[in-house]
T-cell receptor
């Protein structure tokens, strides 16, 4: 069964901490994505990557960075966590092209206190 | 630009009722269209898709038809169950390799 695995389901961090959210896929997908999901705002794209060592900004990249050193792994980094980054974070992957949907991970609910 | 508009929820239905969740889109070119479902505490799962005009996607009793003339992709199910309670997202994939554009989601609650 193909999978996108996010390293933590729940995470609590302190303001100012550097936070790493890890995502691994086992489907040999080229594309990987990070979204955050907030009530009333739907899904918002933070960053995405179409290839190893490649990254593109999404709609809300401020306060975040990403790393893709290997094809199967895409990490989201909160450089200095703030309370307004408390959210559900969803990772997804896909094959290249418009015909394919995404496979999502189960999400990481991050609380910054 | 590309955008997806879906009906606001929440939608509350009794078991065995007919479900329609409206979705309309604006896109350049000919996008692929998707419906995703998110059960409580989980990530999104692909429910169905259609990649060209007049295609009908179907899965688990749900179906949606890609209507180019009305730029719509409404989700329907003839008889909902309590287990269908979830948030449903409509999405489009523009031609080429660009990120999906999602609607804001519609929460469905089905009561016994």
């Amino acid at each position: 069964d193909v999978k996108v695995t996010q390293s933590s389901r729940y995470l609590v961090k302190r303001t100012g901490e550097k936070v790493f959210l890890e995502c691994v896929q086992d489907m040999d997908h080229e594309n990987m994505f990070w979204y955050r999901q907030d009530p009333g705002l739907g899904l918002r794209l933070i960053y995405f990557s179409y290839d190893v060592k490649m990254k593109e900004k999404g709609d809300i990249p401020e306060g975040y960075s990403v790393s893709r050193e290997k094809k199967e792994r895409f990490s989201l980094i909160l450089e200095s966590a703030s309370t307004n980054q408390t959210s559900m974070y969803l990772c997804a992957s896909s094959l290249s092209g418009a015909l394919y949907g995404y496979t999502f991970g189960s999400g990481t609910r991050l609380t910054v206190v | 630009g590309n955008s997806v508009t879906q009906m606001e929820g929440p939608v509350t239905l009794s078991e065995e009722a007919f479900l329609t969740i409206n979705c309309t889109y604006t896109a350049t070119g000919y996008p692929s269209l998707f419906w995703y479902v998110q059960y409580p505490g989980e990530g999104l799962q692909l429910l169905l898709k259609a990649t060209k005009a007049d295609d009908k996607g179907s899965n688990k009793g749900f179906e949606a038809t890609y209507r180019k003339e009305t730029t719509s992709f409404h989700l329907e199910k003839g008889s909902v169950q309590v287990s269908d309670s979830a948030v449903y997202f409509c999405a489009l994939s523009p031609p080429g390799n660009t990120p999906l554009v999602f609607g804001k989601g519609t929460r469905l609650s089905v009561i016994a």
